[in-house]
C-alpha cells in the first residue's frame, strides 16, 4: 500500500490521476521478506484493463528491478507503447541489478 499512497502524493502534485492498471496474482506474496532469489523471480502481475501511449508505473522500493521487468511486460502486452518507473527509495544493490536488465536505449524489455 505504500506504492499506492506514494502514486497519490505524485498525482496530487502532478495533476495526473491514479489509474490502477495492474493486479497481483492472488496466491502472490509481497516482495519484503523473499529471498534475493525469490525477488528475481517477481510477483505475478495481470493488465486490469487495455491502455495506449504512455504509462507510469510507480512503487515504493526498487531492489532487483524484476517487479518493473514483470510490470512493464504485463502493461506492453495490452497495449502500452512507453512505460516508465519511478520509485521512492532503492536497495544499496538495486543499481547495479536493475541496469543490467534495460535494453541497449536503457529501457526495460
Do not use: K
Not at 502534485?13 to 532469489?37: A, I, M, N
Request: glycine share 8%; aromatic share 4%.
Amino acid at each position: 500500500m505504500q506504492a499506492e499512497e506514494f502514486a497519490r502524493s505524485l498525482a496530487r502534485l502532478s495533476g495526473v490521476p491514479v489509474v490502477r492498471l495492474l493486479s497481483r496474482g492472488h496466491d502472490d506474496r509481497r516482495q519484503t521478506g523473499l529471498t534475493r532469489e525469490q525477488r528475481l523471480r517477481g510477483p505475478t502481475l495481470t493488465a486490469c484493463r487495455r491502455t495506449s501511449g504512455f504509462v507510469v508505473v510507480v512503487d515504493d522500493v526498487i531492489t532487483t528491478g524484476s517487479s518493473l521487468v514483470v510490470a512493464t511486460a504485463a502493461l506492453r502486452d495490452v497495449g502500452a507503447e512507453r512505460v516508465v518507473g519511478v520509485v521512492a527509495a532503492a536497495t544499496p544493490d538495486a543499481t547495479t541489478t536493475a541496469s543490467t536488465r534495460l535494453d541497449d536505449r536503457g529501457y526495460y524489455p
